[in-house]
C-alpha cells in the first residue's frame, strides 16, 4: 500500500506555505489602557501617578510578605522538629545499648575462669 503526499499548494514545485494561525506567535497590541504596561523610568508621569504606583506595590509587596513569613516559620518549625526528634532519638538509642556493659562482664567473667599465674 503506497502513501500519498498532501500538499497545500496547487502547483507541485511551489513550497507550502504555513497557515497565518500557526505562523504568527507575537501577542497583540491591546487597544486597552488599563491593559498596557509601562516603564515608571521612562514614561512621564505626574506625582500622583508615581506616588498611585508605589502605594500599589507597597500593598503588593505587604501581602507577599504575609504568605513568606508564614511559610518561612512553617519550614523552620519543621526543620526544628526534625533536627530534635533526630536528637532526641540518638540519645534514646544509645541509652537502650547494652553491648559495651555485655562486652565488659564477659571479659571480666573470662578473666576469673583463666587460672591464676604469677604474670596475672
Avoid at 59 to 78: A, D, E, F, P, S
Wanted: proline content about 6%.
Amino acid at each position: 500500500m503506497q502513501r500519498k503526499l498532501v500538499t497545500l499548494s496547487n502547483d507541485r514545485n511551489q513550497p507550502c506555505t504555513p497557515c497565518p494561525k500557526m505562523a504568527d506567535k507575537t501577542p497583540k497590541e491591546s487597544s486597552a489602557p488599563y491593559a498596557t504596561r509601562i516603564d515608571p523610568m521612562k514614561a512621564e508621569l505626574s506625582n500622583e501617578h508615581i506616588h498611585f504606583i508605589r502605594q500599589v506595590e507597597l500593598q503588593q509587596w505587604k501581602k507577599k510578605v504575609g504568605t513568606l513569613r508564614t511559610r518561612n516559620v512553617l519550614t523552620g518549625l519543621t526543620i526544628g522538629a526534625l533536627v530534635v526528634g533526630i536528637y532526641g532519638y540518638t540519645f534514646y538509642s544509645v541509652s537502650q545499648e547494652r553491648i559495651m556493659d555485655d562486652l565488659d562482664q564477659e571479659a571480666n567473667l573470662a578473666r576469673l575462669r583463666e587460672p591464676k599465674t604469677g604474670a596475672n
